[in-house]
Nanobody, 123 residues
Framework: QVRLVESGGGLVPPGESLTLSCTASGKIVKIDIMGWYRQAPGKERVLVATSDRDARTTYADSVKGRFTVSRDIAKNTVELQMNNLEPDDTAVYSC?????????????????WGQGTQVTVSS
């Protein structure tokens, strides 16, 4: 079974930092894109940051200069370093991966989501 497991998140005051981590497990062949989305209360889920296999990154305008996404291709992990957090960053953050994995002995394309982790920025 292929899945994404996230860690990190929590409650921090404005201006502080947090790091989110996500690991993909299973019989993975390759992960093309890996990254993070977030959903604030009453709003739709939106892209935060993603990275492809060539380390080309995409960021939401609202997080540019504050957040950094990085991948470890060999370990099937992605991290989101979030600095100078603002109250508007409060949301459930979900890991995302576009990958190829064996199930059970044939490769399939998957788009997976993690279970989500809460980030709350408040004084």
């Amino acid at each position: 079974q292929v899945r994404l497991v996230e860690s990190g998140g929590g409650l921090v005051p404005p201006g502080e930092s947090l790091t989110l981590s996500c690991t993909a497990s299973g019989k993975i062949v390759k992960i093309d894109i890996m990254g993070w989305y977030r959903q604030a209360p009453g709003k739709e889920r939106v892209l935060v940051a993603t990275s492809d296999r060539d380390a080309r990154t995409t960021y939401a305008d609202s997080v540019k200069g504050r957040f950094t996404v990085s991948r470890d291709i060999a370990k099937n992990t992605v991290e989101l370093q979030m600095n100078n957090l603002e109250p508007d960053d409060t949301a459930v953050y979900s890991c995302y991966a576009d990958l190829v994995a064996y199930y059970p002995d044939r490769p399939y394309d998957y788009e997976l989501w993690g279970q989500g982790t809460q980030v709350t920025v408040s004084s």
